[in-house]
């Protein structure tokens, strides 16, 4: 059963007559890791923020995971976009509506994530690795129905992007959410999606969608993921000109 079924007919910015997003369709199964691929500019941040409630200007309409409801939105954006004035604990505790009911799960949170020894510290003080962790977190405290991730390791090194991936992973197989992540690097995509979704230039619509056949174990192997993107290339060349 679908948890959401997306559908924006059309989306324009103000005074342009060309849509940025039109006819674009997505249902997305509880509990997925949906990976959204797609060029710099063609819509996909226009796209979650539409999803997140940020942007009301579209034709569509985002059907609910429970009956006569919106679906609750986690969104972790490009920059983490921490309060510099309170502590990581503190911006955690903000979007919980009970932060001393809540203390349990925040606990559990920083500690999936590795925070816990820095969870007084202020913004400042961490490193953007850490300040992305936080951010994830704070995302997934408000137990969402959808989590929108929108190229959230952008910026990082090599090795603290594959630090922080194994760490979401981890987290979400131990909290599993519907998740929508935005992503250039396909084979980040690889190592994350149950699906890879494919996206034109604007007017932004699905292309193509395509399922990820390597059990989850096997996701830290990098030149498996090398060879399951090969085999991408070859089967579906077309998704080379929407990179």
């Not at 948890?3 to 007559?17: C, E, H, L, N």
């Not at 983490?80 to 932060?99: F, G, H, Q, S």
């Not at 405290?141 to 603290?160: C, K, R």
């Amino acid at each position: 059963m679908n948890a959401i079924a997306i559908r924006i007919d059309s989306k324009r910015y103000p005074g342009q007559t060309q849509p940025v997003i039109q006819d674009f369709a997505l249902n997305l199964s509880n509990g997925e890791f949906v990976c959204l691929l797609g060029r710099s500019g063609c819509g996909k941040t226009t796209l979650l923020n539409c999803l997140a409630g940020l942007d009301h200007h579209y034709q569509g309409r985002i059907s609910p995971a429970r009956p006569s409801t919106r679906p609750h939105i986690g969104y972790v954006f490009q920059n983490p976009r921490l309060l510099p004035w309170r502590t990581v604990r503190e911006n955690i505790e903000l979007v919980v509506a009970d932060p001393h009911q809540a203390a349990d799960t925040i606990d559990s949170l920083l500690d999936a994530m590795q925070l816990l020894p820095v969870q007084h510290s202020y913004p400042e003080r961490l490193s953007l690795g850490m300040s992305r962790r936080a951010a994830i977190i704070r995302a997934f405290a408000v137990a969402p129905d959808l989590l929108l991730m929108d190229e959230p390791f952008v910026s990082l090194d090599a090795p603290t992007a594959r630090q922080v991936r194994a760490l979401l992973v981890q987290l979400w197989q131990q909290r599993p959410h519907t998740v929508l992540f935005v992503t250039h690097d396909l084979r980040e995509a690889i190592a994350l999606a149950d699906r890879l979704v494919f996206l034109s230039t604007a007017p932004m619509r699905v292309v193509s969608e395509i399922p990820v056949a390597i059990p989850r174990n096997a996701r830290h192997d990098e030149p498996t993921i090398e060879a399951f993107r090969q085999q991408l290339k070859e089967a579906y060349p077309e998704i080379q000109t929407l990179l």
